[in-house]
């Protein structure tokens, strides 16, 4: 046997076994577990927030003066 013939059959061989292990391994997958859902949820949820804390401002405003039945600070640093 030459050597090019037995190249060919190990890569052959090689990429074979290979095809096998990657189909094993997406078999196998079961999805994002529960934490790793819920802290990308909770990244998101935050990040929402965040972006639209401007127009949330005014609402979080009036909802605590209903509350505590006083004017809110909503920036955080009283007074």
Known sequence: MS???SFLICTMTWAGKLKDDVKEFWESEDGISG??????????????????????????ADMMSRIFGTEFDSTGLGG
């Open 35 to 60: 934490p790793v859902a819920a802290i990308i949820l909770l990244l998101i949820a935050v990040l929402l927030i965040a972006a639209f804390w401007n127009q949330l401002k005014p609402w979080v």
């Open 3 to 5: 050597m090019l013939d």
